[in-house]
């Protein structure tokens, strides 16, 4: 441990850390006790649980959370472990139940994790004293976040998301597409390239093409960007949306979060290939110029949104060397696939950078790793 501690001390400002943070399973389970069991972490979205009975699994490590909607419409964080023998009780990553339960002995709990039905139990034995545990839980604008500590430390982020998604209308949005798949790399080299946008004009020159994140030296395109931060400002308080967020901070605040709004290149409304809506305006939006919506909160996710569809990633590490992606891509709930939205267009943009993103990741990896 004073070996980790000291490589902590010793690392330089700006420098990426020692190779052991990336590659070592000992760093890595530091990684789990010290990040993500103490930190909240995005498990996925309201809108995937509408009704009463809807859940859906989020693992992460060694746990199983059922995130449910219970009959009293509180979201709620389940632990997925019966409290007679420690069974898993959902092995179905997602669904709809009137009770949850446990395959082994059939204990039955309420969607609010209460002990509803036990068998053969003593005759002094009390329901109320075995509902299922829980995990700390929020439901911000649509987004579901869950904090595995004992207690739940602030959560900082929250107004501005509140105030960033309000117009987006995630709550009744629906998940468009999903896509899961695994990198090859530690889940710190994948965030840290999210963060930085250095290698965007090399490796992203779609992205490149329709934003504004990669540094510009040449005048010429630094008075476009002011005259179209002006005008977006302009625009978007014209719209109702909260212009104080309307910043370009790439700054994480307070080292793990970031929450604000941005203007895409002139003639571009929407985060796709030609720059132009792909399916039906979103929430209480009426006009499509509403730029991009951008949030991260570490240690696991990230979102861009349009005014016409929302990009969710959610990053979840497997082990030192692999990392899990959970990409959703959500439109407005009435739009209908094949009238409405194509999903091939709908998706084209993101997946082609998180394609690229991918594989500099694993790049990286393999140097990373080597002696
Ligand atoms: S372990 Fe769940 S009912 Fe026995
Ligand atoms: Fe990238």
């Known amino acids: 441990m004073s070996a980790a501690n000291d490589l902590v001390k010793s690392r330089r400002p700006g420098w990426s850390l020692e190779q052991p943070f990336y590659v070592d399973p000992f760093y890595f389970q ?8 103490t930190g909240w972490l995005f498990a996925g979205h309201a809108c995937q649980i509408k009704e009463s009975g809807d859940y859906f699994c989020y693992d992460i490590a060694d746990d199983s959370l059922i995130i449910i909607r219970g009959y009293d419409q509180k979201v709620r964080a ?3 472990v019966c409290r007679h023998r420690g069974s898993i009780i959902c092995k179905i990553p997602k669904g709809h139940v009137k009770r949850l339960v446990c395959p082994y002995h059939q204990w039955t709990y309420d ?7 036990n068998t ?11 509902s299922l545990k829980q995990a700390h839980v929020k439901s911000i604008a649509g987004l579901i976040f869950v904090s595995l500590a004992d207690v739940a430390p602030a959560f900082a982020p929250e107004d501005d998301l509140k105030r960033l998604l309000g117009p987006h209308g995630l709550e009744s949005a629906k998940i468009a597409h999903s896509e899961t798949y ?21 490796k992203h020159k779609g992205y490149a093409k329709i934003q504004f994140d990669t540094d510009i030296d040449d005048i010429d395109e630094q008075n476009q960007i002011q005259t179209r931060w002006n005008e977006s400002r302009e ?27 941005t203007p895409f290149r002139a003639g ?11 399916a039906p305006l979103m929430g209480t939006f009426t006009d499509p110029d509403a730029g991009n919506a951008r949030a991260n909160t570490y240690p696991n996710f990230w979102l861009h949104g349009s005014s016409d569809h929302m990009h969710t990633m959610r990053v979840t590490p497997i ?11 959500l439109v407005n709930e009435t739009a209908k696939e094949g009238t409405d939205y194509s999903v091939e267009q709908l998706i084209a943009f993101s997946k082609r950078v998180n394609e690229e993103d991918h594989e500099i990741a694993e790049d990286q990896a393999k140097g990373v790793m080597s002696s």
């Open 111 to 117: 969607t609010d994790g209460s002990l509803l039905r």
């Open 78 to 80: 389940l632990f997925n």
């Open 268 to 278: 571009f409304v929407s985060e796709t290939v030609n720059g132009q809506l792909v």
């Open 319 to 329: 082990d030192e060397k692999i990392t899990r992606i959970q990409a959703d891509w």
């Open 120 to 130: 053969w139990m003593p005759e002094d034995f009390v329901n109320d004293n075995f």
């Open 182 to 202: 695994d990198i090859a790399a530690n889940w710190k080299l994948v965030l840290e390239n999210q963060r930085e946008c250095y290698h965007c004009p090399a």
């Open 30 to 37: 530091l990684d789990l006790d010290r990040v993500f069991r």
């Open 235 to 261: 625009k978007w308080a014209s719209m109702g949306l909260d212009v104080s967020l309307a910043d370009d901070r790439y700054a994480m605040r307070e080292s793990w979060w970031r929450v604000n709004r």
